[in-house]
């Protein structure tokens, strides 16, 4: 079910809510899921500053430069997530996790794959390694 590039630049993208693929013009940002008709964003989020956000969620990466310090709630990345500044997270979930030299990171974790560089402080939280992340729910169940 993946639908090429024809003339438009487009790129593949995962439904962070569905976990469908699906392809999206290069430059987008914002917009609905094919499949599940739920608002995504798909560009990636790059935190320059210090920012606080109950969800960061995108169908992108989640970049925390240095500098930038993000404190959230969820943060889930279809992508990855890199972090060369702070993250406080109450949980995190990205196939690929780059914890950069002098990030700080405190929250939990899963994720796929987890490259924590030398010097990169990590005060707390529970990493679980698995193969990708978590499938969807079957059946949506949402409350409010
Ligand atoms: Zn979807």
């Known amino acids: 079910m993946k639908l090429r590039a024809r003339a438009a630049p487009t790129r593949e993208v995962r439904c962070l809510h569905c976990g469908a693929d699906f392809a999206v013009a290069a430059q987008a940002m914002v917009l609905t899921c094919p499949a599940c008709y739920k608002r995504v964003t798909v560009q990636d989020i790059v935190i320059n500053t210090a920012q ?9 990466r989640v970049v925390v430069r240095r500098g930038g ?3 959230a709630g969820v943060v ?3 992508v990855g997530v890199e972090v060369l500044g702070e ?3 109450g ?9 950069g030299p002098r990030a700080v990171w405190r929250g ?3 994720a796929a794959r987890v490259i924590i560089e030398p010097g990169a402080r990590v005060l707390s939280g529970r ?5 990708a992340p978590p499938p969807p729910a079957a059946s949506e169940e949402t409350a409010a």
Do not use: W
Request: glycine share 2%.
């Open 127 to 131: 990493f679980r390694i698995q193969p």
């Open 108 to 110: 939990d974790l899963v």
């Open 87 to 89: 993250l406080y997270a």
């Open 76 to 78: 889930q990345a279809t």
């Open 91 to 99: 949980s995190v979930a990205a196939p690929v996790v780059h914890i």
């Open 52 to 60: 606080n956000m109950a969800r960061v969620e995108t169908c992108g």
């Open 69 to 71: 310090k993000i404190t």
